[in-house]
């Protein structure tokens, strides 16, 4: 995390069933509200993912939960939103995307300089055994770092 980043919502889900490959920062277009209830920690990023449709970027089932204060005209909190991108940016995505079992898994969503941002990764699903496996390596590692803490004591 840079400095000046204040991370709203993280997606830990997304390393356990995914293998990421590439990280993309991206704006989003929000409502004013919408923003609001970011500086307040109200996201999750739970079932959420991207799409490119046409040529755009969609950020889609990420919860935005309503504003407490403010009025009748909330936005839905589940409504698609606009991932933006460079024209070459997106061009690389659409050709990713394309590729067998690839897809657009959002990690964070964070203010970067007052701007609500958030990071798209190309990410590959994850074999169950792939997971334990990748379970193995860090209780191992976990093991490790125990036993040279205890012999430095």
């Known amino acids: 995390m840079a400095k000046g980043e204040a991370v709203v919502a993280t997606n830990k889900k997304a390393f356990h069933d995914y293998e990421i490959l590439e990280v993309y920062e991206v704006g989003l277009a929000l409502f004013g509200t919408e923003v609001k209830a970011l500086r307040n920690g109200k996201a999750n990023l739970r079932e959420a993912y991207a799409r490119v449709e046409?040529?755009?970027?969609?950020?889609?089932?990420?919860?935005i939960s309503p504003y407490t204060h403010g009025n009748r005209e909330n936005p839905d909190p589940l409504r698609k939103r606009k991932c933006l991108l460079h024209r070459s940016e997106i061009n690389r995505l659409i050709g990713k995307v394309?590729?067998?079992?690839?897809?657009?898994?959002?990690?964070?969503v964070y203010?970067?300089?007052?701007?609500?941002?958030?990071?798209?990764a190309v990410a590959k699903g994850k074999k169950l055994y792939d997971?334990?496996?990748?379970?193995?390596?860090?209780?191992?590692?976990?093991?490790?770092?125990?036993?040279?803490?205890?012999?430095?004591q």
């Open 98 to 108: 394309q590729e067998k079992g690839l897809t657009l898994v959002p990690l964070r």
């Open 131 to 152: 997971k334990r496996h990748a379970i193995k390596i860090r209780e191992a590692k976990r093991e490790l770092d125990q036993a040279l803490k205890a012999s430095r």
């Open 54 to 63: 046409g040529d755009e970027v969609w950020l889609i089932g990420c919860h």
């Open 111 to 120: 203010f970067k300089q007052g701007r609500a941002k958030a990071e798209l």
